[in-house]
């Protein structure tokens, strides 16, 4: 089965950008539709973004269209998540996941059956 490694939080100020990385190992990421979720403290597990095995037009929640585009690499095993214009209200755990029974790209967490550890970005204002 597929491990999934996240990378590439931190802090960063508002309006800055980050980039964020899931590194595949045990499984090739182009198996699997991914897909980037948040968790807010306080707060339900949140999508955010996902890529089909094919890299077709990614399916991104409203909140974050414009701002966040996500990315995979087959070559590298990997999927990016590139934030841009950050905001103080991003500040999260953000996870990566991978889905491999569905045939269309899916927004639910109860969908997915690999998860990461999770990587902190807080945003100051």
């Known amino acids: 089965q597929v491990q999934l490694v996240e990378s590439g939080g931190g802090l960063v100020q508002a309006g800055g950008s980050l980039r964020l990385s899931c590194a595949a190992s045990?499984?090739?990421?182009?198996?699997?539709?991914m897909g980037w979720f948040r968790q807010a403290p306080g707060k339900e597990r949140e999508f955010v973004t996902a890529?089909?095995?094919?890299?077709?037009?990614?399916y991104t929640a409203d909140s974050v269209k414009g701002r966040f585009t996500i990315s995979r690499d087959n070559g590298k095993n990997t999927v990016y998540l590139q934030m841009n214009s950050l905001k103080p209200a991003h500040t999260a755990v953000y996870y990566c996941?991978?889905?491999?029974?569905?045939?269309?790209?899916?927004?639910?967490?109860?969908?997915?059956?690999?998860w990461g550890q999770g990587t902190q970005v807080t945003v100051s204002s």
């Open positions: 890529i089909s095995t094919t890299g077709g037009i990614p």
């Open positions: 045990g499984g090739t990421v182009s198996n699997y539709h």
């Open positions: 996941a991978a889905e491999q029974y569905y045939s269309a790209l899916t927004r639910y967490a109860s969908h997915y059956n690999y």
